[in-house]
């Protein structure tokens, strides 16, 4: 049972555009969503996280939206720019610190 | 801060033999680690969860004699895959929570193990 989904599995972006990722979630016990960036052939690396009391959360380009009620979470890359691509995955966690992840989005930024 | 090195980076082993991945926590205590297995373009699948001086707690479906998995220290565990075949191939990816680290997970770099 898949305890995030995610979308889309893949995503073309033109540079200077913006990219949308879109994640969701069911469990409510949930209280930490952060978001990774991997590269081919190397670890997720901590891009940007959120907890359910703030809407949004911005860090550079990268912005997280929140929307509790709905239980959906979102990344926005502003600005889109060929070195981000990779794939993003985003995740969720609980007090206990067991994490669960999206099933990752494949991000192209073309030139 | 929070750096978490996984070694090696690649290893191929022929059919039957042990290999042992490395991850260490460089700058932190890491209280719990993680193992994770991921298929090419796909999602990270958890294997087991360990704590330092524990048994590691592993996930359904994950066979634990073959996954050895050792945390012997607050800045050492190991993955030992026993007895590998072809299909153990894959992304080994090891990650580290610590105390004073945060929320986030830190991961390694990843193994990349080959069975021939």
């Known amino acids: 049972q898949q305890q995030v989904k995610q979308s889309p599995q893949s995503l073309i972006v033109q540079k200077g555009g913006i990219s949308i990722i879109n994640c969701a979630y069911e469990?409510?016990?949930?209280?930490?969503f952060p978001w990774y960036q991997q590269f081919p052939g190397k670890g997720p690396a901590l891009l940007i996280a959120i907890r359910p009391d703030v809407s949004e959360k911005k860090e550079g380009r990268f912005t997280i939206s929140f929307n509790k009620s709905a239980k959906q979470f979102s990344l926005h890359i502003m600005d889109s720019q060929p070195g981000d691509s990779a794939t993003y995955f985003c995740a969720a966690s609980n007090t206990g610190n067991q994490f669960y992840f999206g099933t990752g989005t494949s991000l192209t930024v073309i030139p | 801060g929070a750096v978490v090195s996984q070694h090696p980076s690649r290893v191929i082993c022929k059919s039957g033999t042990s290999v042992k991945i490395e991850c260490r926590s460089l700058?932190?205590?890491?209280?719990?680690m993680f193992w994770y297995r991921q298929f090419p373009k796909q999602s990270l699948m958890l294997m087991a969860t360990s704590n330092e001086g524990s048994k590691a707690t592993y996930e359904q479906g994950v066979e634990k004699d073959k996954f050895l998995i050792n945390h012997a220290s607050l800045t050492l565990s190991t993955l030992t895959v026993t007895s590998a075949h072809p299909e153990d191939s894959s992304f080994y990816i090891c990650?580290?929570?610590?105390?004073?680290?945060?929320?986030?997970?830190?991961f390694g770099s990843g193994t990349r193990l080959t069975v021939v």
């Open positions: 990650s580290a929570s610590g105390i004073w680290v945060g929320r986030g997970y830190t």
């Open positions: 700058d932190f205590q890491a209280t719990t």
């Open positions: 469990n409510t016990a949930f209280d930490y």
